[in-house]
């Protein structure tokens, strides 16, 4: 009769974990009256955030070798590139977002999700701190604690405000889901606040002025979103105050969209102007009020212009709790968390950043660079061999493949610029090595590799990369002699981080997209607005989004987007 009922076995393991107990930590158990040996205890990796770094990093990872728990505010993962067409409804929010859930419950193996902030990483512990975003728990606070042997850092970045007086208050960001979500409603606000009777033309026209802050790839693309939902959808439904509509873009620097081929910024500018955006460039914001924007120009001085609704985006700063972690692992003076190229904090054995919360730092570099020195001139002569010094560079190029890009493109690769001696002949027995100069080419590969964009392509790499890596620790660690590990002894286990990049798109409104492939191949016009189509639908997470994503287009493409105030 009790032969359905739990049997004892279990009735202790849910005991153990009623109480706490921490289950996976039993080195075996009675089942029917048979012991069943288990293993040892997996190691429990912690990841923090649901972005495109972290989810990477989930979905590639073998969740079956880990205890895996996962620490977010949000539980779903946004994909981030589609956000300016989410402020004029030309897609919705819900079809750009996949529940983390809904990802993980694919994986072999038990993901935890815990749906909360972070607010303190503790490396010297091997524990997080974090507090529950949705209320408060029965304790009253809301705060609990995850250890971790393997934390995996992935908490991206905030806007940037540089400061600005009155940005935090009067200013709209747009980095989050609920960030375009206001933009769209305080879009139609602006709109309805214009047409209400008793208003003057000024006081129109002030409503109806949209500025954005900063001439990045975000800004521009919204600027664009915003003149086409105008001109597209709005001119129509409210066609007395359609004319009072003005864009404008400011920009510190001299052109809008520097990071791309300066074909795709004129084309851009051009096309601003042909569109009626009002692009502003050398001007300074320095102060945002409720009423007006006070920028400075070095020809006209201070100015103020009224607006209805600004949107600030000027880039990336870093968040509170990741200035906190750098100061516990000794990067106080840094701007950015710094890592070594297999993307672990330097300071640290086992945590992880990735994303656009850390950078791979040069200094490793160079500090690494200066120990394979050190260990090559065995006898401390400051000299060594050409065969030494072959040696030298060819662990320095294992290890770094950009410095042997470097190399590789100023003609390098024979080495006869570090040969050489000081009257110019090339030594083959002994010659003074040129550290110096090596150590400026270093620092000459540092400005172009080591800031790798903040781009959602250089997060899902390096989550990619990273769970890569993860998944062949244990395989690494019985077979030191394995193919994939880099044999000789004080030497890392994976090959370094290797950014691909795979090309930019600059979407400028119109059904016109500016594409920079790889290869510094530019193209520009109606065709690459179609490859922008493909490539986005492909690259979303799920079938679900995908069709989501693509019947939003075709319902904006046949019924124009929709303008309500929800
Ligand atoms: P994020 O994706 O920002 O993820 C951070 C995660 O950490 C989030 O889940 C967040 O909820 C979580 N988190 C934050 N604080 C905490 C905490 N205290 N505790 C726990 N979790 C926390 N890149 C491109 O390559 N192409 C594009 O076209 C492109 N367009 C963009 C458009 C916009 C509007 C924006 C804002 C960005 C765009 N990017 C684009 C950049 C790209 O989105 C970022 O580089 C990318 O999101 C970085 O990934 P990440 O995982 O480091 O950070």
């Not at 809008?256 to 795709?264: E, G, P, S, V």
Request: proline fraction near 4%; glycine fraction near 8%.
């Amino acid at each position: 009769a009790l032969g359905r009922g739990p049997s004892i076995s279990k009735l202790v393991v849910l005991f153990a974990v009623s109480s706490g107990g921490l289950v996976a930590y039993a080195d075996s158990r009675l089942d029917n009256g048979v012991e069943i040996p288990q293993g040892p205890p997996k190691k429990k990796v912690v990841v923090l955030g649901t972005g495109w770094a972290g989810t990477s990093f989930l979905k590639n990872l073998d969740t079956s070798l880990y205890d895996v728990q996962v620490v977010s505010p949000r539980n779903y993962f946004a994909f981030t590139p589609l956000l300016p067409s989410v402020t004029c409804g030309t897609v919705e929010a819900r079809s750009i977002v996949e529940p983390i859930r809904n990802i993980v419950k694919k994986k072999d193996g038990q993901v935890k999700f815990w749906e909360a902030e972070c607010f303190k990483i503790d490396p010297a512990n091997k524990k997080v701190l974090c507090r529950s975003n949705i209320g408060t728990n029965l304790d009253g606070n809301g705060e609990f604690a995850v250890e971790y042997d393997y934390l995996v850092v992935a908490l991206g970045a905030k806007s940037n405000t540089f400061n600005t007086p009155g940005v935090e208050e009067n200013c709209h960001f747009l980095k989050e889901i609920e960030d375009a979500q206001k933009i769209r409603r305080s879009v139609m606000d602006c709109f309805e606040r214009a047409c209400l009777p008793n208003l003057s033309d000024e006081e129109r026209e002030k409503n109806l002025h949209f500025v954005v802050v900063g001439g990045g790839p975000t800004g521009v693309e919204f600027a664009a979103e915003l003149h086409d939902y105008v001109s597209e959808d709005l001119a129509k439904l409210y066609p007395n105050v359609k004319d009072l509509v003005k864009i404008s873009v400011i920009e510190a620097g001299e052109h809008i969209l520097t990071m791309f081929d300066k074909r795709i910024t004129k084309f851009a500018e051009d096309k601003f102007q042909r569109d009626g955006i009002n692009v502003k460039t050398n001007f300074k914001v320095v102060k945002v009020s409720n009423k007006a924007i006070t920028m400075t120009n070095p020809s006209t001085g201070e100015v103020s212009v009224p607006y209805g609704m600004a949107v600030w985006s000027t880039g990336i700063g870093t968040r509170p709790v990741m200035m906190d972690l750098m100061k516990e692992v000794g990067q106080a003076g840094r701007r950015v968390l710094g890592t070594d190229e297999w993307l672990r904090v330097l300071g640290t054995n086992n945590v992880y950043a990735l994303g656009d919360c850390a950078t791979i730092s040069q200094r490793k570099v160079m500090e690494d660079v200066s120990a394979i020195f050190k260990v090559a001139d065995k006898d401390n002569s400051g000299t060594l061999t050409v065969k030494e010094i072959k040696e030298v560079l060819d662990d320095i190029c294992v290890r770094y493949p950009q410095v042997e890009l470097y190399l590789k493109t100023k003609q390098m690769t024979d080495f006869s610029y570090l040969l050489k001696d000081s009257t110019g002949n090339v030594n083959e027995d002994s010659i003074e090595l040129n550290i110096e100069e090596f150590k400026k080419a270093l620092a000459n590969v540092d400005s172009q590799v080591k800031n790798l964009p903040a781009t959602a392509q250089v997060a899902a790499q390096q989550g990619e990369y990273l769970a890569r890596c993860f998944n062949r620790m244990k395989q690494c660690e019985e077979k030191p002699e394995g193919p994939r590990r880099i044999r000789e002894p004080g030497r890392h286990r994976f090959r370094p981080f290797r950014y691909r990049h795979l090309g930019q798109f600059a979407p400028l409104g119109g059904e016109q997209t500016a594409a920079q492939l790889p290869g510094d191949w530019i193209s520009i016009g109606h065709s690459t607005q179609w490859l922008w189509y493909s490539v986005y639908a492909s690259k979303q997470v799920s079938w679900r989004t995908r069709m989501l994503v693509v019947s939003d287009w075709t319902r904006r493409f046949i019924f124009g987007r929709d303008s309500s105030c929800i």
